[in-house]
């Protein structure tokens, strides 16, 4: 696995890992910096990686795989799923947490979970800080609920603040 500078600094490196398969007769993977499906077809396609490795691209968009995989089957882009089936995806996200782990364990994780869809749903920096100083699950849920209730509510003007400010944009590379 060929992975970008440590500590995810800068950018992924394609053009290393283009070398590398080149250099190499075992399947390469592509890592780094991948958010969207024409992102990662245009990795595999530049670099001719077999396959790739997405970490904080899939946070807070798990359908970004089905994404993917609808565009390298069909050519065609499948869109993102609309507000009200990500809010039910991060319910369900937030029910596993909890089933998963202990009450103290799934509170703290939930943040580290449930910020980065509330970025890429657009809102901001604040609204995310609120989120996570929250102290009780029924906390958390009221939050969410308002959130979907009245979605104008937490939005503002810095609501495009990303959460990884580095990234390139690769969406009109594809
Ligand atoms: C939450 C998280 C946990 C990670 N844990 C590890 C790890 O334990 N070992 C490792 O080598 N890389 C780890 N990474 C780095 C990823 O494997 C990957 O190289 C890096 O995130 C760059 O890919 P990305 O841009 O798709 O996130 C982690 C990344 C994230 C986001």
Known sequence: MVVPKPACL??????TIAEVVDGVTIPV?????????????AVMDYTGAAGLMIGRGAQG????????????TTGQYLAS???EEIHTCINQHL???RTFYCAELALRLSRKHIT???ARLGYSRQARKAFNLLDHPDLQDEFLNQCQASPDLLLSETSQDSIYPNNK???QAA
Do not use: M
């Open 61 to 72: 968009q798990p359908w970004l795989f089905r994404q993917i995989h609808h565009l390298l």
């Open 81 to 83: 799923p609309k507000s």
């Open 169 to 171: 944009n690769w969406n």
């Open 29 to 41: 993977f592509a890592n780094g910096d991948i958010e969207s499906a024409q992102q990662a077809k």
């Open 116 to 118: 980065p869809y509330l």
């Open 95 to 97: 029910i596993e947490i």
């Open 10 to 15: 800068g950018q992924a490196e394609y053009e």
